[in-house]
């Protein structure tokens, strides 16, 4: 007879890994299939997000940073440095540590919780079965029954005809993370979250860095004013990003790729030594669901679910990057527990309207909410405050003055309805404003709570104040 559990997750990343967590501690009997493979052939849980994702480009982001402030800015604080020598090999070692580390600790999770982690590939079966094949003999499989599967497949970069992946000369985010030599030139397909990271990154290690974006507008899904802004700023880092630059094809060679693109200006090549191509990611669906099952995929291989994460078949749920909405760590997690809740009878709900984005360049790009944009196209009347970081004590002492926060209040309720952050910790900022627009916080709420001093969050309430035109440290403009 098959093994049987209440619930399986089908995929042990952001998604998988917290649903399964969450079943178990509801007190369901719970098995989290995963098959993510490293380079080196092992597996480890954790997904995209851990392994190849958030934290190892985080990781390269921080000490590439380090790098980058020892060579240009600790003299600016009177600290003198010798030499400043770049040790990759260790850097990387880091990075790798930190990564074990986090995907180990999933395992210990599992363990402490009783969810059995069970390393294969999961395949839901029309009769709502679950087939695995095992992860180190393809030839071996076994078939699981249980009352509630959860997909939480992820997703995986998207290939490029003009420009396929050779691991070698064109390669994927992750393989970006994992370099071992500083490429001389680098370019990069793709003016969006990992470009933009990946970019800073190996710039900041001295690769000259060639962004190619095809649409005319940078960052064209946030806030335009503070788009325009952050390129500037990565401008003056000596980042090239050239928009309306479609990339036609890739040609490599032993030593190199010539990269043609066509911009307003006519067909165009770049030489460069690496080549990444950041072009978004798609949903990981194909094989994961048996032909004939209800269970229904758009065109674009998206898993269809409603609100609450439940697919057309009963019982079959679906949540994280294989379902719509962001590609995020944090979205995939919330969807997770929600349908471990939900499973478990209890109420839970996303609320998809306050999600925050972050990217993770200096300065920093967070934002939660509408932008200027969406609010004009919506018609939704609205208010605007905006406090630079360049007169804020904290930000002047942290030699971090770039950027503003700009928050957006509905003209008549001063219920906060969008905010945008470009500066120091941005992705550390933001999570008071979406604490407060989960709360339906107003601007005057915001205004009336006490920041400490000096802190960078007083950029935050001097932008409150400013959307009533009431800022004490800078100039109103009625
Ligand atoms: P995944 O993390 O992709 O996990 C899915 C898992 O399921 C994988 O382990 C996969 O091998 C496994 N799997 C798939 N199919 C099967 C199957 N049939 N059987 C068994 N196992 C299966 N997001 C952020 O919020 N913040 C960031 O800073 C951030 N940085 C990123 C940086 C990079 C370079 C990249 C590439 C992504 C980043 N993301 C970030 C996005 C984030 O990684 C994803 O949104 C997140 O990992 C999605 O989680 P998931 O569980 O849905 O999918
Ligand atoms: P993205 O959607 O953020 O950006 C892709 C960019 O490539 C877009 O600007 C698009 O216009 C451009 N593009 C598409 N085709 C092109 C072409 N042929 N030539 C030139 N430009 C082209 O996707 P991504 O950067 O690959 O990231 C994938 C996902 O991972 C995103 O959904 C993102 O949310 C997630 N992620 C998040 C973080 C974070 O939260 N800090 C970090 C990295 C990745």
Redesign the pocket.
């Known amino acids: 007879m098959s093994k049987s559990y209440d619930v399986i997750v089908i995929g042990g990343g952001p998604a998988g890994y917290p649903a399964a967590i969450r079943a178990a501690q509801n007190g369901l009997k719970v098995a989290c299939i995963d098959a993510w493979k490293n380079f080196d052939g092992s597996h480890s849980f954790g997904g995209t997000c851990l392994n190849a ?2 934290i190892p ?1 985080k990781a390269m982001l921080e000490s590439s940073e380090m790098f980058h402030k020892a060579q240009h800015e600790l003299a600016t604080h009177g600290v003198k440095l010798g030499k400043v020598e770049l040790d990759l090999a260790t850097m990387q070692a880091r990075r790798a540590s930190i990564v074990k580390q986090l995907t180990g600790g999933i395992a210990q999770l599992f363990k402490g919780n009783g969810v059995d982690g069970i390393r294969g590939f999961g395949r839901l079966l029309k009769d709502g079965r679950v087939e695995v094949t095992d992860f180190d003999d393809p030839s071996r499989k076994e078939i699981l029954e249980a009352k509630h599967v959860v997909l939480a497949a992820g997703s995986q ?1 998207v290939e ?1 005809k003009a420009a396929p992946f050779d691991g070698d000369r064109i390669i994927d ?1 992750w393989k970006a993370l994992e370099l071992n030599e500083v490429p001389k030139r680098l370019g990069v ?7 933009l ?1 990946l970019g800073s990154v190996w710039k900041r290690l001295g690769a000259e860095v060639t962004i ?4 005319e507008n940078f960052l ?1 899904m946030a806030d335009q004013e503070l788009a325009r802004t952050a390129a500037r700023e990565f401008k003056k880092q000596g980042l090239e990003i050239k928009l309306g ?3 036609t094809g890739a040609k490599t060679s032993k030593k190199d790729v010539t990269v043609s693109y066509k911009d307003k200006d006519g067909e165009h090549e770049l030489v460069v030594d690496k080549l990444i191509v ?4 798609r949903p990981y669906t194909e094989n994961l669901i048996e032909e004939g099952s209800a269970v229904e995929r758009d065109e674009r291989g998206f898993i269809k679910v409603d609100d609450e994460c439940r697919t057309a078949v009963k019982n079959v749920w679906a949540v994280g990057d294989c379902v719509r909405g ?3 760590a944090h979205k995939a997690t919330e969807e997770g527990v929600m349908v471990a809740d939900l499973i478990a009878g209890k109420i839970a709900e996303m609320n998809y309207d306050v999600i925050p ?4 360049t200096n300065p920093e790009i967070a934002w939660v909410g509408k932008t200027e944009e969406q609010l004009k196209k919506e018609n939704i009347p609205y208010k605007s405050g905006k406090f630079p970081f360049a007169p804020n004590g904290r930000a002047k002492a942290m030699e971090a003055t770039a950027g503003f926060v700009k928050m957006l209040a509905h003209q008549e309720t001063d219920e906060i309805l969008g905010v945008h952050i470009l500066g120091p910790v941005a992705g550390e900022l933001i999570a008071e404003l979406v604490l407060a627009m989960e709360f339906r916080a107003s601007a005057e709420d915001i205004q009336r709570t006490i920041h400490a001093h000096p802190s960078l969050a007083e950029a935050i309430h001097e932008a409150a104040l400013g959307v009533d035109k009431m800022m004490i440290h800078g100039v109103n403009r009625k």
């Open positions: 994702g958030c480009s970069p490029l985010s397909i793709g003016a969006g979250v990992i470009g990271e190619l974006e095809a649409q064209f630059a479609m990339m950041a072009v978004g990611r962001p590609m995020l984005s972050v990217i993770y």
